[in-house]
């Protein structure tokens, strides 16, 4: 079983030159794992950069895609040219993207259009708050169900579902990991009564939200989770190569 961490940048950081010692720092790094593998999501126009000398040990994926095939849509980007410019995944649905007017039924024209191309789409879902009464259940189920509708049971495994609880993105704590054991298994039921269990089974599920060097390894091991998304720590360097060297302690 290998680890999957991906970082997503956002929109950071603002130079070019900084962007240079991230993803030189990212690489070397990844060169010592050997049970992690590792993604990096820059901002579209650093993604070639990234993309070419030392592509093999670090994966390279977008924020965004659009869902439509080309044409006349400005400021958009289609899934053939981040295929072109060597994404081989792309976030998809995540929080800041909804709260900007994104819905399950536009994400998963995204998610059909990644798959259409050969890119992993790493969905992401994960309730606003979480009520005593477990309604959040619910509110996450649909996200789940809507954002794969439409998508083939034949394509299913090459999906990553990334829950990220919103209250938990940009927060001071992360979720405990025994919360995130908790959702997880829900996660999975939900993507089982989707596409049968032999095919959610192989569908990696990753937990996102306030995830650090400090905090990675107990909420891989114990979150039973197959991995990570990670904002902030992801740019930081230093504690990002100290978060993969730690995922990766994990099962050496
Ligand atoms: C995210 O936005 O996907 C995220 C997980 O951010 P952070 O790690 O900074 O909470």
Not at 56 to 64: K, W
Not at 68 to 91: D, F, H, K, P
Not at 205 to 230: C, H, K, M, P, W
């Amino acid at each position: 079983m290998k680890y999957l961490v991906i970082g997503n940048w956002k929109m950071n950081p603002n130079t070019k030159a900084e962007a240079q010692k991230i993803i030189a720092s990212v690489k070397k790094v990844a060169s010592q794992l050997s049970t992690t593998s590792v993604v990096m999501c820059p901002p579209y126009v650093y993604m070639s950069l990234a993309y070419g000398k030392g592509a093999s040990l670090v994966a390279l994926g977008a924020q965004d895609v659009a869902p439509e095939i080309q044409g006349s849509y400005t400021g958009e980007v289609s899934a053939t040219m981040l295929r072109e410019s060597g994404a081989a995944y792309v976030i998809v649905g995540h929080s800041e993207r909804r709260a900007m007017g994104e819905n399950d039924e536009l994400i998963s024209r995204k998610v059909a259009r990644a798959l259409e191309e050969g890119i992993i789409p790493v969905l992401c879902v994960g309730e606003k708050t979480r009520d005593k009464e477990g309604l959040y259940m619910e509110e996450l189920r649909l996200q789940i169900k809507n954002s794969l509708q439409g998508i083939e049971q034949k394509h299913a495994h090459k999906i990553i579902i990334a829950y990220e609880p919103v209250w938990a993105i940009g927060a001071k704590e992360a979720m405990t990991p025994a919360l995130i054991q908790e959702t997880a298994i829900f996660v999975r039921k939900t993507l089982t009564d989707i596409f049968g269990q032999e095919k959610a089974l192989k569908i990696k599920v990753l937990y996102g939200g306030s995830v650090n060097f400090r905090n990675a390894t107990e909420i891989v091991s114990q979150g039973s989770v197959d991995g990570l998304l990670v904002g902030r720590e992801s740019i930081n360097p230093l504690g990002f190569k100290d978060l993969l060297i730690a995922v990766d302690e994990i099962i050496k």
